[in-house]
């Protein structure tokens, strides 16, 4: 499927987006773990939290939808699926279920579609194989497929070199099935929903900072500890209402800052872990506001963004905080006065797609001055051309030059990817621009 925007309208608009994706997966996931009905208010329906949710079903959960709410209730002992678990395309269901999985005595296969069987698998096979998980698969155990024979895991000490929310969440549902305490440190803060949720649940699970000296430049900076003490009975069931999703929010904030118009993104979770992106825009010149309705083991509210004169801008820290966001700030880049740039982001090669290469070749091709570096890239503010971009089969590539597409007209090949986070994205962007959409054979 092909999308082409025709024009784009200014607009004054508030928008309800889907559910929190990470949210969503970690209510399926969790629910595992405890003894009860968890009852779940919005649970996000796309293709990567639906696959989450299928997976704990295939483990033995029972999953029933009653109006507005998801029950799941568990089974006493998550069971052997008789079948390879399917994760899509999604990176956050692969990698938590593989810690949660290697504590599990039997034997599971997880596999996904052709872009997460592309993407490194290493990162949590490795520190759960030194535990006592026996993992394998191909490029010895980097790339799904990949078995799992789970059983009696050891406690560990184990710090990452990277700021993953993915492998940090695996590692700790590892360290709950544990033979004692452990512990996990991660060089920056990444979204912090599963210790936020596994608390709130009922978990021994503490944070703190962590002063280290940089031996690169002899300042001090701070990681983040987390101490994971084992379950010794089930967790309280989930009763929680997703808010939604300032990942998906973003696009529309963006689309506001680039055409003198207003966006009002209703009720989604405020964490400093999540919001960066509209940070950034603020610093760019956007009129951007906070309203902090209420406080669920996440603070939610309203983001108010209002378009204005953008300037370039240099994004190179916090990044984990804005890593998802960067897409759509690309094109806000491409739109402002002078250079932005992007650096420390060299993990965006591993998403959905190589999003520094599709960003880069996307922008060019609308006549945009781009140009990539390992670790993110430099872009030359300016007025798209018509034109024709790929996505790549990434749904935030699509949705960003979607965005895009309110300045001129320009096609995307390949959308359906958008249904694997955010399947009302086509009814909201019909608020703000004509499009079509072109079925390809
Ligand atoms: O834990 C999560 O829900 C996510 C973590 C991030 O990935 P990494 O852990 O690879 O940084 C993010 O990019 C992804 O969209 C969702
Ligand atoms: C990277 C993403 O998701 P995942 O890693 O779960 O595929 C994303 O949604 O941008």
Wanted: contains cysteine; hydrophobic residues 40%.
């Amino acid at each position: 499927m092909n999308l082409e925007i025709v024009a784009g309208k200014r607009f004054d608009e508030e928008f309800i987006v889907d559910a929190d994706k990470s949210i969503s997966h970690r209510c399926a996931i969790f629910s595992l773990l405890t003894d009860g009905i968890n009852r779940i208010k919005n649970y996000l329906k796309a293709e990567d939290t639906l696959n989450s949710l299928s997976i704990a079903e295939s483990l033995g959960a029972e999953v029933k939808k009653n109006d507005n709410e998801l029950l799941i209730t568990p089974p006493k002992n998550l069971k052997e699926a008789d079948d390879v678990l399917y994760c899509g395309n999604s990176g956050t269901s692969i990698r938590i279920y593989m810690g949660l999985l290697a504590g599990i005595d039997g034997f599971f296969v997880l596999t996904g579609d052709k872009y997460l069987r592309r993407r490194p698998m290493g990162r949590v096979a490795n520190p759960l194989r030194q535990i006592g998980a026996k993992i394998d698969g191909r490029d010895n155990g980097n790339l799904a497929p990949l078995c799992v024979r789970g059983g009696n895991l050891k406690h560990f000490e184990f710090e990452s070199k990277i700021a993953s929310a993915q492998v940090k969440s695996a590692l700790i549902l590892a360290g709950l099935n544990g033979d004692g305490k452990s512990v996990y440190i991660e060089p920056f803060l990444s979204r912090d929903h599963t210790e936020r949720m596994l608390r709130g649940m009922g978990a021994d699970i503490k944070s703190e900072k962590l002063k280290v000296k940089n031996e690169e430049f002899g300042n001090e900076i701070e990681k983040i500890k987390i101490e994971i003490t084992p379950l010794e009975k089930k967790l309280t069931p989930l009763e929680i209402e997703v808010p939604n999703d300032p990942s998906s929010a973003f696009f529309f904030a963006v689309a506001a800052a680039i055409n003198n118009s207003r966006a009002v993104v209703k009720n989604v979770t405020l964490n400093p872990t999540r919001i960066e992106a509209y940070e950034v825009l603020k610093r760019m010149g956007a009129n951007v506001e906070y309203i902090l309705k209420e406080n669920r083991y996440e603070p939610i509210g309203d983001i108010l963004v209002e378009g204005n004169e953008l300037n370039g801008v240099e994004v190179s820290s916090n990044i984990p905080w804005l890593i998802d966001e960067l897409p759509a700030l690309s094109i806000a880049m491409a739109v402002a006065n002078g250079k932005s740039i992007v650096k420390n982001a060299k993990e965006l090669r591993v998403k959905e797609s190589d999003r520094i290469k599709a960003v880069v070749e996307n922008l060019k091709n609308l006549g945009i001055e781009a140009n990539e570096f390992e670790d993110g890239y430099e872009i030359t503010g300016g007025f798209p051309k018509s034109g024709t971009v790929n996505s790549y089969g990434d749904h935030r590539i699509a949705m960003s030059f979607a965005v895009l597409g309110l300045l001129s007209p320009i096609k995307i090949i390949d959308v359906d990817c958008i249904n694997t986070s955010f399947p009302n994205f086509f009814n909201l962007f019909g608020k703000i621009a004509e499009y079509r959409i072109e079925n390809a054979d």
